[in-house]
């Protein structure tokens, strides 16, 4: 635990058969909390330096299963079974709303959770990630990351079968003929110019599928929310503390 920045309040939480770790900073303060979905294989380790840094709201995320502090799967699982696994979670955490970003594999993810629990959802922050989930390469492709040579960062923690239920989970799926369904949600897209796991094309689609959609392109390749964390910490307070006059404005 001494290696998660910021000494998040860790838990075990048992829902429909899947024993999942849960880290949350800032436990119980005022206001919409935040939940982070990771990429491929990634734990809340990786996502911590992110995390620590976006202050005034709680802030949670969790290990898939298989990944980090939680346990293989015994069966293969889909999205919207992960997205109801997800919102058990934020029941139980006493979360009736929330805020959501997320990051390529867990930017489908959040995709998946305000489409199917709209009312549940106040803002959505989508970053480097896609409304078509096909692509090879997602996920494996960001061991060869320009920005992840160069830090050195390690965000892989999964097992075989956990990479392999995660591959599967999105395997096929598509937004695309749901998003332009999220009305009055008001959502920032976050792409990096030199990625190239995800390029920012996909943002853009992204961006013209949801109504008044922010499309931003930042610095960086495909890890830019780890390697690039103060400034897209910044970035992710800004845009959820927006008043809505504002959001809609932009």
Known sequence: MSRISGRPVISSEHVYGLRLRVGRWRAD?????????????????????????????????????????????????????????????????????????GFSWGGALAQQIAIQFPSRVRRLVLMATTPVMNAPGIGWGAMFDDDMQASGLKIQTATPLGIAYQSMAMAGWSSAALLPALKNLPTLVLVARDDGVMPPCYGQMLASLIDDAVLEEVAGSHLFPFTHAAAIAQRISAFLDEAPAQQAAA
Request: hydrophobic share 50%; glycine share 12%; no cysteine.
């Open 29 to 101: 303060t005022n206001g919409t909390p935040l939940l982070f979905l990771n990429g491929i294989g990634a734990d809340l380790a990786a996502a911590a330096p992110l995390l620590a840094q976006i202050h005034g709201r709680e802030v949670w995320t969790l290990d898939m299963p298989g990944v980090g502090g939680s346990p293989d799967a015994i069966l293969p699982y889909g999205a919207p079974t992960m997205a109801a696994v997800v919102m058990e979670i934020a029941d139980r955490l006493g979360h009736d709303m929330i805020d959501i970003a």
